[in-house]
C-alpha cells in the first residue's frame, strides 16, 4: 500500500497529487505527472497526463510577493554579511547579487506558482 493512498485519492476520481510532488516538481495538482509549466513561468493550458484544464488557475501576485519577501530578506542578510565579514570592493556586490538574485526569484517564483496552483486545485469549491 502506498503511503499517499489514505490521504490522496487517484486521478480518476478527482483526486489530489502529493504537494511535494506538484510543488517542487512542477507536476499536475490532480494526478502529479503532466507538467505544470509550458514555459518558465507559464502554467500550461492543460494537463497532458490527464487533461485537467488548467487554463482558470491563477496565482496572482503571490509568487512575486513570495520572491520579494524570502529573498529581499535573503539578500539584505547576505549582504551585510559580505560587507562586514570579507569587506569586499563594490563591483564585487554588482557582480555578486545579481546572480544569486535572477534565477533565484524565478525559482521561487516558480515553487510559489506551483504551490498557489496546487493550493487552488486542492480547496476548488464543489467537492
Known sequence: MNSDEGTTPPAQAGGVAPFWKAALLG???????????????DVAPACPSCGLD???????????????????????????????????????????????????????????KAALVWAQWRHRPGD
Open 54 to 112: 488548467l487554463s482558470r488557475q491563477d496565482a496572482g501576485d503571490g509568487p512575486a510577493v513570495a520572491a520579494i519577501f524570502v529573498l529581499g530578506a535573503l539578500t539584505v542578510i547576505g549582504a551585510f554579511l559580505v560587507e562586514f565579514r570579507l569587506e569586499p570592493p563594490f563591483w564585487v556586490h554588482l557582480l555578486l547579487w545579481p546572480v544569486v538574485l535572477l534565477p533565484g526569484s524565478v525559482l521561487v517564483m516558480r515553487l510559489a
Open 27 to 41: 507536476r499536475c495538482p490532480r494526478c502529479g505527472e503532466g507538467a505544470l509549466f509550458s514555459g518558465l513561468l
